[in-house]
C-alpha cells in the first residue's frame, strides 16, 4: 500500500533575478538619441543590476514565507536546538571538576602511543570538532570520518555505526584503537596515575595502586578476535579484581571526557531566529534566511523528502540508514548493534550508572533486516563547516552530496538501498538546498572550552 | 533483560475501570483519512482502521466481530526515533466485555520500506483484564506504519501515518 504524497503547499513565486531582464522593461527601450543623460544613466544602471542578476550575484526580493500549516509544524518541529539531555549511565557528566578533567584530557597528546595524537587531532575545535579530512588520521589512517560531537549527545548509539550507547563509552573506543589513540586501558591507566591523579582523585576519588607491575602490566587489554595477542595474553594474566580496577579507570576517563564534550552544543542559527520569527507571526521570517534559503527549505520539508531522515531540532532521527554509497562494503550497523549489546561498558554493564534503566539496549533488535550496511544520520546543524561528508567522507562538499542523491548511482555493495530513497528532483536547485544549509551554521562554543585549557600537568 | 511484572489488584481494577469510562465517553472508531485507501477487510482478512493522533484511543474491531483491541499509544503521539509504549484492550464480541488471552502480539511494519521496526517490543499483561503493555516501540520514520494485533485467534490492524513534524 502506498500512501500518496501529502498535497503540495501552495507556491508563491518570489520576484526572481530573471524577472528584471537584461534588457530593461520594454517602455525603457525608447530610440537612444531620445533620452536624456538622467534617463540614461538609470538605464546603465538597470542594464548593471540585470546583468548582475543574470550572473546570480544578486538576491531577489525576500521570498514568500506565507507557508502552508502543513508546512509550518514541519518547520518548527526543526527549531530550536534542544537542551542537552541527561545521560543517565554517567553520574558525572554535568559534574564540572569533571568537565574540567575532560577538558585537559581532550587536549593532551600524551594520551596516545606516539605522544602526538590527542582528541583534538581528529576533532579540531575550529572545525566544528571534524578535521576537514575524509578519513581521519591518528597514529595511522582510520576507516571513518571524524563525526562532529556537535549534537552527539542526543544520540541513542554513537558511532557511524552505534557499537557504543553513551558518549563516555564512545570516547573509550579511540583511545584502544590502533590506528588511532593507540592505546590500551592498562596504559590509559598508567598514564592517568603519572599526569592526571590530582585531577581524577577529586572527582572520581583515589586511583588503584599501579606501581606493582606484575600485576599491573605497562599495556594489556582483552583482543578477543586475537587470544594470541601480547596485549590479551597480558590482561589475562591479571587477577579479575585488578582488571575491575583497570576497567573502572578506563571507564572514568571516558566520563570525564563526556563531561566536557558535553559543553559543546549547538548553539541558536539563522534558522532558528527565521522560525522563531514565523511561529510569533511575521511572515517574512525576520529577514533572517534569504530567499534561496527558504526556498531550499521549502524544497528540504517537501518535495526533495530531506525531512524523512533528517528530522527534528537537530535534523537527524539518529537512524542508521543504507544509502548505497559507492564502493562501500562495511557491514555498518548490523555489526554495531551486535558490537554494543555485547559491551562491557555498555548502559547495563557494571561501569554504567543507569542502575539497569537502559530501554534503548534493552529493546534494540540487533538482527533488524536494514541494518546491513547502514550508517546513522548525521545532524545537518552546522553541516556547512564540516566537509567532507558521509561517513567515509565520499563528498567534498555539499553540492556533491546532493548530487549523489539526484543520480544515486550504482548498487549497493552491502545490504540494500534505503527502498523510499527515490531519485532527488532535479527541479530542486543544489543552490537552494545548500543556502538552507548554510542557514544551520551557529556558534561555537565558549572559547574556554574550544582552546586547550593552562599549562598541562607534568 | 526483561521481566514481566504484574500491576497489583487495586491498580488493575482502576486501569480497567478508567479505560472503560475512557471508552464509553471518547472512544471511537478512526475516520479514514481522505488520503488514505479504502480498506480491504474481507472475512479471513483482519480489519484495519486508520490512527491518526488526534483519534486518541483507537478502537479496531476484527472483521468477524468477535473481539476487539482498544489500542492508545503514550505519549498519544509518538516523536520519530523516541521510544514508547501501546496500551492494548483485548474485548470481546460488541466490544464489550474484557477478553483475558493467554498470548497477545503487537508488531509495527512499513509496508513502503519493507521493514519493521528496528525494536523487539515485549508485551505485560495485566492478568485476566485483556490489558496489555507492550513496551519498547519505536516509529524511527516518518510515513505509514501498520500495526499488527493477535490475541489468541483474533487479529487486526491499523494505520498509523506517524508525521516528521511530531517532535
Not at chain 1, 587477577?239 to 573502572?248: F, I
Not at chain 2, 499488527?148 to 508525521?163: C, P, R, T, Y
Request: charged share 20%; with cysteine; proline share 10%.
Amino acid at each position: 500500500m502506498t500512501l500518496p504524497k501529502p498535497s503540495r503547499p501552495t507556491q508563491l513565486r518570489p520576484l526572481r533575478c530573471a524577472d528584471v531582464s537584461v534588457g530593461g522593461p520594454a517602455r525603457l527601450r525608447a530610440p537612444i538619441g531620445h533620452r536624456r543623460p538622467l534617463l540614461r544613466a538609470a538605464w546603465r544602471a538597470a542594464c548593471a543590476v540585470g546583468l548582475a542578476c543574470a550572473l546570480g550575484a544578486c538576491e531577489a526580493t525576500p521570498a514568500p514565507t506565507a507557508v502552508t500549516p502543513e508546512e509550518l509544524a514541519l518547520i518548527q518541529s526543526l527549531s530550536p536546538p534542544p537542551t542537552i539531555p541527561a545521560s543517565p549511565s554517567n553520574r558525572y557528566a554535568d559534574n564540572d571538576e569533571a568537565a574540567a578533567l575532560g577538558h585537559a584530557l581532550f587536549f593532551d597528546t600524551r594520551l596516545s602511543k606516539n605522544g602526538k595524537v590527542a582528541c583534538s587531532t581528529c576533532h579540531v575545535p575550529a572545525l566544528y570538532f571534524t578535521d576537514g579530512k575524509p578519513l581521519a588520521e591518528g597514529i595511522g589512517k582510520v576507516a571513518k570520518h571524524s563525526p562532529s560531537l556537535f549534537g552527539s549527545h542526543f544520540a541513542p548509539f554513537q558511532f557511524w555505526d552505534g557499537r557504543a550507547d553513551s558518549s563516555w563509552s564512545q570516547a573509550l573506543g579511540p583511545l584502544e584503537a590502533p590506528t588511532e589513540h593507540g592505546l590500551t586501558r592498562l596504559a590509559v591507566a598508567h598514564l592517568m596515575a603519572r599526569h592526571h591523579a590530582e585531577a581524577y582523585t577529586a572527582v572520581f576519588g583515589p586511583l588503584p595502586d599501579l606501581s606493582d607491575s606484575e600485576r599491573f602490566p605497562a599495556t594489556g587489554r582483552p583482543h578477543s578476535l586475537d587470544p594470541a595477542h601480547p596485549e590479551h595474553l597480558a590482561w589475562g594474566s591479571m587477577a579479575e579484581s585488578d582488571r575491575d580496577a583497570v576497567n573502572r579507570v578506563f571507564a572514568n576517563t571516558g566520563k570525564a571526557l563526556e563531561a566536557y564534550t558535553r559543553k559543546i552544543v549547538p548553539g541558536p542559527a539563522p534558522f532558528d531566529a527565521y522560525v522563531a520569527a514565523l511561529t510569533a507571526g511575521d511572515a517574512t521570517g525576520g529577514g533572517h534566511m534569504k530567499p534561496g534559503a527558504v526556498r531550499g527549505l521549502r524544497a528540504f520539508v517537501g518535495d526533495a523528502q530531506c525531512i524523512n531522515c533528517h528530522n527534528g531540532p537537530l535534523l537527524t532521527d539518529f537512524a542508521f540508514h543504507n544509502l548505497g554509497l559507492p564502493g562501500d562494503r562495511d557491514l555498518g550497523r548490523s555489526k554495531g548493534a551486535s558490537q554494543v549489546l555485547k559491551s562491557e561498558f555498555n548502559c547495563l554493564g557494571p561501569y554504567s550508572d543507569a542502575d539497569g534503566k537502559c530501554d534503548e539496549l534493552a529493546y534494540l533488535d540487533p538482527a533488524f533486516e536494514d541494518f546491513r550496511g547502514a550508517f546513522k544520520t548525521p545532524s545537518l546543524r552546522n553541516v556547512a563547516r564540516t566537509a567532507p561528508y558521509m561517513h567515509a567522507g565520499q563528498f567534498a562538499d555539499l553540492p556533491a552530496v546532493i548530487d549523489f542523491y539526484k543520480s544515486l548511482p550504482g548498487e549497493p555493495q552491502i545490504g540494500h538501498r534505503e527502498l523510499v530513497l527515490s531519485l532527488l528532483s532535479t527541479k530542486v536547485a543544489t543552490a537552494d538546498l545548500v543556502a538552507f544549509l548554510e542557514s544551520l551554521t551557529g556558534p561555537l562554543p565558549d572559547e574556554k572550552w574550544t582552546r586547550p585549557p593552562g599549562p598541562r600537568t607534568p | 533483560m526483561m521481566t514481566r511484572s504484574h500491576a497489583p489488584q487495586l491498580t488493575r481494577w482502576v486501569a480497567t475501570l478508567s479505560l472503560l469510562v475512557l471508552c464509553g465517553a471518547g472512544c471511537k472508531e478512526a475516520q479514514r483519512p481522505a488520503h488514505l485507501p479504502e480498506p480491504k477487510a474481507p472475512s479471513s482478512e483482519p480489519t484495519t482502521v486508520y490512527a491518526t493522533p488526534e483519534s486518541g484511543r483507537m478502537r479496531v474491531p476484527t472483521s468477524d466481530g468477535k473481539a476487539c483491541f482498544v489500542v492508545g499509544f503514550e505519549p498519544a503521539s509518538p516523536k520519530v526515533g523516541e521510544l514508547f509504549l501501546a496500551h492494548t484492550q483485548v474485548l470481546g464480541p460488541g466490544c464489550n466485555g474484557p477478553l483475558a488471552e493467554a498470548e497477545f502480539s503487537l508488531d509495527a511494519t512499513m509496508p513502503d520500506h519493507a521493514h519493521g521496526m528496528v525494536t523487539r517490543p515485549v508485551h505485560e499483561a495485566a492478568p485476566g483484564t485483556g490489558n496489555w503493555t507492550t513496551k519498547g516501540m519505536k516509529f524511527h520514520m516518518p510515513g505509514y506504519w501498520k500495526v499488527d494485533l493477535k490475541a489468541g485467534e483474533h487479529a487486526a490492524s491499523l494505520n498509523w501515518n506517524q508525521s516528521a513534524a511530531a517532535q
